[in-house]
Every structure is written in structure tokens, then in C-alpha cells.
């Protein structure tokens, strides 16, 4: 048997723990990284919702090129890009040949390019907004728009136990592949061996269902003593945690010029009005 | 040693009450959670098989929340999954989608929370059987949902465009298929029926809770009221649904370029009525909760 | 007297479907400025006693409260736990999943924030300074080391500035230093702030050395609450309730001294004093037959893994590669018992999974039984080696002892596994047990479950990852013992600890590891008489180990008994000396 094992860098815990710090410091000092949180989420909707209010394709592919601008200035990971850009061609390319197999023609290669290039336009302002905020950031603005504070609580939580139950599921999961049997011979498409790990990871979570139950119970436990249940009632306790957000010039500068640019897009739109049909 | 036969020489205070109060949903909701969100980060680290637009691959581990919803309060179980999946993968992965997320969430939230309740008897398998089904039916039938009002609303007169709605349906349709198959019967049925067994009686004693008893109605189900809104939201969409299929065959030029405008009002109110009914359903339950914990306040007193 | 800080009368509490109450009638003051030590055996009601300080029992924990509980005046039953809370600050045993927030900063002042103090962050830097943390203040929680863990879960309740603080079991997840350093940090707490402190806690030896006064607890119920000094000095009746007394205050009783000593320094003046002290004569020493049968075997002897050049690395945030193994040549013989040691991040765990074959090293070859582990899946290499986890219940996977133990014999099909399984259940003593799920057992019933569940794979290399972590003294020896018996099964076990008894009492051979090299490979004894190594390695000798290098002798007795043999080689023999004089009071 020619097998020379190496190693894989997926799914350890040390893998998960780079993910995290990279989330955390993914702000590369970009424009968004710098703003008010909330200012970033009202952006978000702005740009979001804009491309929903016309049928006009000059103004969309505007809109298009003014996302991606911003995505830029966010200065977004090109990885993050690439596969954005893939899905997006690869899910119009199936959608025209789905329609063209129905009769369709190139009217309907058109519609569907409308459709594209709206869906691209929310993705882009989303790429843009979260992808270089930092997580803690995001938590605060939720708990400023009045969203409950335990979904603000739970996007810290998270943040805390990710590497923890990853370690626990890699352990009982090593654990598991030592101890199980395993097929000796993989069938067609080697599909025993599929039955077999999945078998392998759907029976970890029987200890992994107890294991974390037990250890959630410390949790809340300490959540409860450290007036978390009281912070839910006591509005004293959200203004201390909202003090540190700020509106600045710059997010009133980055509003202002995202307003202008949607308009100046509506406007090309309107000089060199392209429509469907 | 000598203690041990003694006669309990202080006023008993308190008994066994309720066995659901705020910190013990809270643990539920925690639990779920973590659990759901550990799962999904496993699936992120799967790579999907596509055949062509249509991609083979397990959406979620349903039978976590499913197993969690039969043995425990399926209301909170509900709120903690999605919220996983978002925080867990999306948030802190570095994927997270704005809006979209929303979408998710009501979705999943309303998929576990309707299959759960529907489970009386944790060791009932066909209960289960049915549960596993109904959270990944309910979910995807609502994103098909969502996903025709994209196109319906995106694109000017959706309807007359030839071939667009055939084939819309179709990928939908084949994707709800595999999707059922997948994450339903291969991860969610299958699963579901041999965990739970496993766990009735061996988790609940660890968050302190009693385990739940065929028949014995689950504390932290929802009210009567929230059922009712419930089956509205369903049967909304549901309706659009149905509406957009009838559209597909309907005569050309019944609806005009003015209507197409408020379709877009139509879609955002969608969300904002589907936000409000999340938030009535949480405040609505805060106040039972309380009133819950208020009456064993008084019965120990 | 001032009013007590806490109170208890007539207290009893049963958990909801429990049979008998696990506290019953507890009646109890404890002082302002008092620092006490809960003490008692497994079930003895400790946790749940302190539980109530702050109101867990009855808030969080539903069930039959009776009697009174009062904390500075508040009676519990009538008021939340989030107001006792600004009281009783409680540090948890599993304190690492105290952490919510993922930085320092924010854990502290999570506190303060919820409770909407508006001098939430002068709060902050205090309880960072009292407990000397201030340069973690902006790390990230996961990135801590398990003592520094606790000091920021420690640092979080005392940002609340309660006046009591309570903290389960200090001892039990800590490397021995870290231990000593949360133990100081709560001393000076005590003696400059004073803070009530109250610690459950095993090992007579941080009792004797912090704690003031001492509340010994047995089936729900105070047995007394004692100044320190006289609690220690009902030596029997604590090591009936699982206290061992400290080995230098067993030592001195067992050779009939009048006083108890209070340090090292004591004991071994003490000894000199009544001449019992053994001359340091290296002659006698190494030819008592205590050591000899523990002499590294000779070179000849087969060898079980041969690792040569070995080389392994963690990713680090930039993708660059954070080495963690550098260039470790080992060699494994058979019989040979090693204790791997060092400091937290030493590489121990790293080099036990390389060694096992679960992972393979980034360059260098490892031959386990002569097998290369690139060549062979980790799978295939369990029949050769097991690695058992620090944390017994990642190794339950089935919801019986009997089906984890059946596990791998039946999966391999081997021919008797039944019977195998039923003698390995006999031998582990947990036949009454076996229909149990692992996660119910005792801690050291838990132990000796894993012990199991590696003997069931019949491995030649066996590697544990701190077997004793975490027992109590009682539980501890009992692993230690099977340990012991197991040898003749396995042809080399090799055990990462912490725990400076078990290397004592069990190891031929320790290998120190440090920044991934071995700093040092050689004798027990010779560890000992290396204050260099020990203090590298982040360890801190037993007792007795220490009171032999005080008195001078080279090599150092590893144990008491080996301590009173070199006494009895010096003086009369003592054989029936310990009947002679039982009290050493």
C-alpha cells in the first residue's frame, strides 16, 4: 500500500482558532472597518435595496460597478472575491440554459441578467459591510437597533466557544475513527467509506450532545451570576455598552457621497435609458 | 453520620416547581445554538458536489435541532439553531450576507418550531419520521418561496418571459427534491431515529430539566396565539406560492406596469410583517415566561 | 463578634427526583475576613453548600429548599441571584467555560456593564491589578494558558467587588504552579482587601499553607469548622473524608516525632533534632531495594518507538508555521515507564499524538513496533498504540462503560472478545458500573473506565495525557496503583503529567520536554535533585522529595516509605513503630 500520510491544516483546532483571529482582525484597515457599526448597517440597506426600484439596465449596471467599488475600498480578501464572482456567473449560465430549454431566447437571457445583476448588487453592498467588520462591532449595533440582547450576547458567545466545540468534536471524532470498525473494501465510488464517516460523524454527537449540555450549564450558570438577566432590564447596562459607538464625519461623508452616487446612477439611467424588450 | 436520619429541622420553603424557568430556556437556547452551529461548521468544511445547477449536498444536520425540539421547548431550540448557523458559519467564518440572513432565519425558525411542537411523544418514530420532514420541507418550500419573489419582483413582467417561470420551478423543484432526500431522510430521519432514543432521560437531568413524557404537554411551547400566527405566515406563503404557479399560465397583460411597482412594497412589508411576528412571538413568550416564574414565586411563598 | 458574613440554619436541600437530600440541616457561620477551606469526599455536599452563598440553590437549581440561608444580612430565598452576585463571586472548577466574551477586557468588565455601573472601567483595571493580570487585559481568551484562565475568571467576579469569594477546586485543573500562584493571589486578597475566601479544595498541603480555618463536610452536613491548625492536627479523621495528611506531617508521625511541622524546613530540622535524620550516605541509599527495581533497563532491551529527527508545527495566523517539536530524537524500550513533563505549550500533548500515530510530524520519521507511522493509517496503528485524552468523557462514545470497553475488540473481531471485555471490566473494578454511561462515574471512576477502554485495544505503547488531573488524593492513588498492575499488560506506557507523586511513585524514566526539545531524560530521582530542571519544567516536588534533599540525602526517597527505610537503616528498626506511636498530636 503506497500511502504516505501527511499533514492537513482543515479542520484542526488550531485551523479554526486562525479563522477566528483572522475574523477578527480581517479589518486590513479598510473604510468600513473605521465606521459606526450602525452607520454601516443603514449603508448596507441603502445600497441594498436601491437596485429594486428600477428596471433600467444602464442604471443597474451602474449600480453594479458602484458596489464593487466599494468592495474595494473594504478592501475585501480577493479569495472571498473570486468565489463570489464564479458563483455568480456559474448560476446565470444555468439559468439560461434551463430557459433556453424551455423556448426561451435572448429576451430571456436578458431578464435574466436584470435578476443577476440585482441579486449581484446585494451581494456586493454585503461583502463590502460585513466582511471586514468585526464581529463585537456588529453585536453592539444589533443591541442599538433594539434587536434582543440575547442574539447580541450570542454573536460574543460564539466568538468564545467556537474553538472549544471544535476541539471537543475533533477529539471525540479522532477517538471515534480509532475505535470504529471500518469497511475493508470501499465499493463503487468508494461509497462504504462515505456510509462509514458519515455513520462516524452522526454517532460523535451522541457524547457531543451531553458533553456540551454539561458544559453549557456552567455558562449560564455564570451568565446569570454576572447579571446578564438583569443587563436584559436594566437600560443603564445597554447605554454603557453603546457609549463607545460614535458617529463620525466620515460616516456622515461616506452616506452622503453613497447617496449621491445612487442618484448619479438613476441619472445615467435615465440618459442612456436601456431597458428589456 | 448521625445527621443523616434526623428529622429536616428547617421550614421547607420551596418544592420542585415548573421545571421551565428563564435561565433553563436560556441553557436550551444556548445549547441548541452551539450544537447547530458546530454542525454547520462541519458542513463548511465538506466540499459540495454539484451536478450540473443543481448541487448535491446535505443543507444541515436537521436531526440536531430535530432531536433537541422533541426532548426539549421547541420554541427555544428554534430561536438558538438558526442564530447558530448565522453566528457560528456566517458571522464568524466570514459570510455573513445582510439581509439574506433575515431571511434564514424566519425560515429555520419557523421550520423547527412547527415540526417540534408537532412531536408529542419523543419515542413516537413516526413522529419523528414526520418532524425530520416537515423542517426541511417547511424551510425550502419557504426559500422557493423567496426565490420566485426575487425573480417575480426583479424582473418587469416576470410572467411573460418565455421559458423564465418553467424553469425557475424546475431547478427549484429538483433542488427541493435532493434536498429532502439529503438533508431530510439521509441526515435528519435516519439520524433522528436512533438519537433520540439515546438521549431521552440522559440529557435533560444535565440542564436540570425533567424528561418530557408522551402526552405531558411541553413547557415553553408556544401559545394558542402564536399557532394562529403561525399558520397565517404558512398559509401567506404558501399562497404566493400557489399564486406565482397559477401566474405561470395565466394570460399575458393582466397585471400592468403600475402593480409591478408595488410588488417591491409588497416584498419589503413581507419581511417587515415576518420581523414583527418574530418579535410579537419573543415578547409573547418573555411575558409567559414571567407570569410562569411569578406563579411559582407565589406558590413558594 | 461581628455578624457573620454568611449564615445557615437549619438547611437542607434536595435536587428535584433525588431519593435522599444532599445537604441536610447544615447549620454554619462564617466570619468576616475568614478564609476557609470546604473539605469532604466525593458527594459529600461541598459544591452544593457554596452553591447556595449566591443563590444557584434555590434559584437555578429548582428542588426542596428548607431553612435559612443569610448572606450579609440578605436572606437568599428572597432575593435574585444577580443581587447576591454583587456579594458572592463564584469561580467555577470547569472555569473555562465561565468565559463568555472573547477578550480580557471585555470577560472583566462583563460584570460591572450588565449591572449599568457607570465606574465599570476603573472596576476593571482593579480587579485586573488585584489579581496582577493588567498585561492580559487585551488578549483574546482562547490564547491564555489554563492558570491565566483562572485568574481572569477570578479577576471577572472581583470586578463586582463582592465581599465573599468562593472558589471550587482551584487545585484540580491547574498545572502545580499555577495552582500555587492563584493560591497566592488569593491569600493576599484575603489579608489586604479583606475578602472572605472560601475553597473546595483536596490537598492538605495548600490547606495547611493558605487556608485559615477548615469546615470538613460528610453526607450533606458540617462534621466541624476548625481553625486551621486544629482541623489539621484530626489527621485519621481527615484522611477518613479523602484528605491524606501532607507527607511531611505523615512522615514525622510514622517516626513517632511529638510536634506537627508546619514546613519542610520544620521536618527536616525536626528529624536532625531527634536524630532520626538519615545520614547522606550514597552507599546505603542506592542499595535500598526501593529504587533498585526501577533503574532504567538496559540499553539491550527492545525497543517499541524509535523517533529520530523529529520536527512538527502549528499554522500560525499569516499561515506561517509556529514549531512546536524541533528536531526530537526519542527512544522507547520495552518496560519502560516514562512520565513526559514540562510546562504548558512544552509540546507534550504534540509529541504523545505524533507517537500514537493520530498525526504525523512535519519531518522526521517515528517507527512505532518498527512501523513508519507515515506508511500505516492512524486506524490501523491503534492496534499498536493508544493515546488516552486528559478529559475521560471525549472517550465515551456509547452510553455504557461496557459498550466504549467492547468497542474496539468486537470492531476487530477479536476472537474472545467477550470474555476480554469481562476480565478488563473486573480488572478497572467497575463490573457493577459497566451498564452506566462514563459521564456519570466519579472522576477516578472515570479514569479507570478510559484505562479500560485503552486496555480493551491491547496496544504495546500506551500514552495518557494527565491521568490524575483533577482526583482527589483517594481517586489519585487508585489510578496510580492500576497503573501499576497494568505494566505487566503493556509494554511501555508513557504518561504526560503534571502531578510529581505520580512520577515518584510510578515512573522509571522522565523526559522533560521544553520549547519542543528534550531538556532532560533520566531517573526520578535524579529530577528531584535537579531544582534546575523542576523549576524549567514549571514543577514543584512532593514533600518528601524535598525534606530528603533538605536532610542531604542523595538520591532523595521518592516516598515516605522510602524516607522511613532510610531513617531505619540509621537508627533501630521500626517495625512495629507506627503502632507504637498512632497520634502524632
Known amino acids: ?277 | 453520620m448521625t445527621t443523616t436520619y434526623d428529622a429536616r429541622r428547617g421550614t421547607l420553603r420551596g418544592t420542585a416547581g415548573p421545571t421551565s424557568s428563564t435561565s433553563q430556556n436560556l441553557m436550551i437556547f444556548v445549547l441548541s445554538m452551539s450544537l447547530f452551529g458546530l454542525s454547520n461548521i462541519l458542513l463548511e468544511v465538506i466540499p459540495d458536489v454539484s451536478l450540473g445547477p443543481v448541487e448535491i449536498s446535505v443543507s444541515y444536520f436537521v436531526f440536531i435541532p430535530l432531536t433537541l425540539a422533541a426532548l426539549l421547548s421547541p420554541f427555544w431550540v428554534a430561536l438558538g439553531a438558526p442564530l447558530g448557523e448565522i453566528v457560528f458559519t456566517d458571522l464568524l467564518m466570514g459570510d455573513f450576507s445582510g439581509l439574506a440572513e433575515v431571511e434564514g432565519f424566519i425560515q429555520m425558525f419557523l421550520a423547527v418550531f412547527i415540526a417540534g411542537s408537532l412531536i408529542r411523544n419523543p419515542r413516537s418514530r413516526v413522529q419523528l419520521v414526520l418532524g425530520a420532514l416537515l423542517v426541511v420541507g417547511i424551510d425550502k418550500l419557504l426559500s422557493a418561496a423567496v426565490d420566485l419573489a426575487k425573480v417575480w419582483v426583479g424582473v418587469e413582467e416576470a410572467e411573460l418571459v418565455a421559458g423564465l417561470p418553467e424553469s425557475i420551478l424546475l431547478l427549484e423543484g429538483i433542488g427541493f427534491v435532493v434536498d429532502l432526500l439529503m438533508s431530510g431522510v439521509l441526515f435528519g430521519v435516519v439520524p433522528a431515529l436512533w438519537l433520540v432514543p439515546q438521549l431521552h432521560g440522559r440529557l435533560e437531568p444535565l440542564l436540570g430539566l425533567q424528561p418530557r413524557e408522551p402526552g405531558r404537554p411541553v413547557p415553553g411551547s408556544a401559545p394558542r396565539a402564536t399557532w394562529f400566527v403561525v399558520v397565517a405566515v404558512l398559509a401567506g406563503a404558501g399562497s404566493f406560492f400557489f399564486a406565482f404557479l397559477e401566474e405561470v399560465d395565466m394570460s399575458p397583460g393582466a397585471l400592468d406596469a403600475e402593480l409591478d411597482a408595488s410588488f417591491l412594497w409588497i416584498s419589503a412589508g413581507a419581511a417587515a410583517v415576518l420581523l414583527t411576528i418574530a418579535a410579537v412571538l419573543f415578547a409573547v413568550h418573555r411575558r409567559r415566561a414571567a407570569a410562569t416564574s411569578t406563579l411559582r414565586d407565589e406558590d413558594a411563598a | 463578634m461581628s455578624a457573620p458574613i454568611i449564615a445557615a440554619e437549619a438547611l437542607s436541600f434536595r435536587y428535584p427526583g433525588a431519593p435522599t437530600d444532599t445537604l441536610r440541616n447544615v447549620d454554619l457561620r462564617i466570619e468576616r475576613g475568614d478564609f476557609v477551606a470546604v473539605v469532604g469526599g466525593n458527594g459529600s455536599g461541598k459544591t452544593t453548600l457554596c452553591k447556595t452563598f449566591n443563590g444557584l440553590v434555590p434559584h437555578y437549581w429548582s428542588g426542596e429548599f428548607a431553612g435559612r440561608v443569610t448572606v450579609d444580612g440578605q436572606d437568599t430565598f428572597t432575593s435574585s441571584v444577580a443581587e447576591l452576585s454583587q456579594t458572592v463571586g463564584y469561580v467555577y472548577q470547569d472555569f473555562q467555560n465561565q468565559l463568555v466574551r472573547p477578550t480580557v477586557r471585555d470577560e472583566v468588565s462583563f460584570g460591572p456593564v450588565n449591572f449599568g455601573r457607570p465606574d465599570h472601567a476603573e472596576r476593571t483595571a482593579e480587579a485586573l491589578e488585584m489579581v496582577g493580570i493588567e498585561h492580559l487585559a487585551e488578549k483574546f481568551v482562547w490564547q491564555l494558558s489554563g492558570g491565566q484562565s483562572h485568574l481572569v475568571a477570578l479577576a471577572s467576579v472581583l470586578a463586582l467587588r463582592p465581599e465573599v469569594i468562593v472558589v471550587d477546586e482551584p487545585v484540580a485543573e491547574l498545572d502545580p504552579a499555577a495552582a500555587e500562584e492563584v493560591y497566592r493571589r488569593l491569600t493576599a486578597l484575603n489579608r489586604d482587601h479583606g475578602l472572605t475566601v472560601i475553597t473546595i479544595e483536596h490537598h492538605a498541603e495548600f490547606i495547611a499553607a493558605h487556608a485559615r480555618s477548615v469546615l470538613l463536610m460528610s453526607d450533606g452536613s458540617p462534621v466541624w469548622h476548625l481553625p486551621t491548625d486544629q482541623a489539621l492536627a484530626r489527621a485519621d479523621e481527615l484522611s477518613r473524608h479523602g484528605i491524606p495528611a501532607p507527607q511531611i506531617v505523615d512522615a514525622a508521625a510514622r517516626l513517632g516525632l511529638p510536634q506537627v511541622p508546619q514546613s519542610v524546613a520544620d521536618a527536616a530540622a525536626m528529624l536532625s533534632e531527634h536524630r532520626r535524620a538519615p545520614y547522606p550516605d550514597p552507599a546505603t541509599t542506592t542499595a535500598t531495594t526501593a529504587t533498585a527495581p526501577r533503574d532504567r533497563p538496559a540499553t539491550g532491551e527492545r525497543s517499541v518507538v524509535v523517533a529520530e529527527g523529529i520536527r512538527h508545527a502549528h499554522r500560525g495566523v499569516r499561515g506561517e508555521l509556529r514549531p512546536v517539536l524541533d528536531d526530537l530524537d526519542l527512544q522507547l524500550h520495552a518496560g519502560d515507564r516514562v512520565a513526559l513533563i514540562g510546562g504548558n505549550g512544552a509540546g507534550k500533548t504534540t509529541l504523545m499524538k505524533l507517537l500514537a500515530g493520530i498525526a504525523v510530524p512535519r519531518a522526521g520519521e517515528i517507527l512505532l513496533e518498527g512501523i513508519s507511522t507515515r506508511s500505516r493509517s492512524a486506524r490501523r496503528l491503534a492496534d499498536q498504540a493508544c493515546y488516552l485524552d486528559q478529559r475521560p468523557e471525549r472517550m465515551f462514545l456509547k452510553d455504557s462503560v461496557r459498550a466504549d470497553v467492547a468497542l474496539f475488540p468486537r470492531g476487530r473481531g477479536v476472537d474472545d472478545a467477550e470474555q476480554l471485555v469481562d476480565r478488563i471490566l473486573r480488572r478497572v473494578r467497575l463490573e457493577q458500573l459497566s451498564d452506566r454511561d462514563g459521564r456519570t462515574l466519579s472522576g477516578g471512576q472515570q479514569r479507570r473506565a478510559t484505562l479500560g477502554i485503552g486496555l480493551a485495544m491491547r496496544p504495546s505503547l500506551l500514552l495518557l495525557d494527565e491521568p490524575t488531573a483533577s482526583l482527589d488524593v483517594a481517586s489519585r492513588d487508585d489510578v496510580i496503583t492500576m497503573l501499576d498492575e497494568l505494566s505487566d499488560d503493556i509494554a511501555c506506557s508513557v504518561v504526560a503529567t503534571h502531578d510529581m507523586h505520580l512520577v515518584a511513585e510510578w515512573a522509571t524514566r522522565v523526559i522533560a520536554l521544553e520549547h519542543g526539545r528534550v531538556l532532560a531524560d533520566m531517573a526520578p530521582a535524579e529530577l528531584f535533585a535537579s531544582p534546575e530542571i523542576m523549576r524549567r519544567a514549571r514543577l514543584v516536588p512532593p514533600q518528601v522529595v524535598e525534606l530528603g534533599l533538605a536532610l542531604g540525602m542523595e538520591p532523595p526517597p521518592l516516598s515516605v516509605a522510602e524516607l522511613l527505610d532510610a531513617c531505619a537503616d540509621r537508627t533501630e528498626p521500626t517495625a512495629d513503630r507506627t503502632e507504637e506511636a498512632p497520634a502524632w498530636r
Not at chain 1, 50 to 69: D, E, Q, Y
Not at chain 1, 82 to 97: D, K, N, Q, R
Not at chain 1, 131 to 148: F, G, H, N, Q
Not at chain 1, 150 to 160: D, I, M, P, Q
Open chain 1, 1 to 277: 500500500m503506497a500511502l504516505t500520510r501527511t499533514t492537513h491544516d482543515v479542520l484542526s483546532v488550531e485551523w479554526i482558532k486562525l479563522e477566528l483571529i483572522r475574523t477578527a482582525y480581517a479589518t486590513r484597515g479598510g473604510l468600513v472597518a473605521r465606521m459606526d457599526p450602525r452607520v454601516v448597517l443603514g449603508w448596507y440597506a441603502l445600497l441594498a435595496l436601491a437596485p429594486w426600484f428600477t428596471h433600467n439596465l444602464t442604471t443597474l449596471g451602474a449600480l453594479f460597478v458602484l458596489a464593487a467599488v466599494f468592495v474595494v475600498l473594504a478592501r475585501v480578501g480577493p479569495l472571498v472575491l473570486g468565489l463570489f464572482v464564479i458563483g455568480l456567473i456559474s448560476e446565470m449560465v444555468y439559468l439560461a440554459v434551463a430557459a433556453l430549454f424551455f423556448d426561451g431566447d435572448l429576451d430571456t437571457v436578458l431578464a435574466l441578467t436584470e435578476v443577476t445583476l440585482k441579486l449581484g448588487v446585494v451581494s456586493l453592498a454585503s461583502l463590502a459591510a460585513f466582511v471586514s467588520l468585526d464581529p463585537e462591532k456588529l453585536s453592539d449595533a444589533l443591541l442599538a437597533l433594539r434587536m434582543p440582547a440575547t442574539a447580541a450576547f450570542a454573536v460574543s458567545y460564539g466568538y468564545r466557544m467556537m474553538p472549544i466545540l471544535v476541539e471537543e468534536f475533533s477529539t471525540v471524532l479522532e477517538s471515534a475513527r480509532l475505535r470504529e470498525p471500518a469497511p475493508s473494501r470501499g465499493g463503487v465510488l468508494g461509497w462504504r467509506h462515505l456510509v462509514h464517516w458519515a455513520t462516524l460523524v452522526v454517532r460523535a454527537f451522541y457524547p457531543i450532545f451531553l458533553n456540551t449540555a454539561k458544559s453549557v450549564r456552567t455558562t449560564v450558570e455564570a451568565l446569570e451570576a454576572r447579571g446578564f438577566t438583569a443587563a436584559t432590564i436594566d437600560p443603564r447596562a445597554r447605554a454603557i455598552r453603546l457609549a463607545s459607538l460614535r458617529v463620525t464625519g466620515l460616516d456622515l461623508a461616506v452616506v452622503a457621497a453613497t447617496l449621491a452616487a445612487v442618484v448619479g446612477c438613476h441619472l445615467i439611467g435615465a440618459q442612456w435609458p436601456l431597458h428589456r424588450g
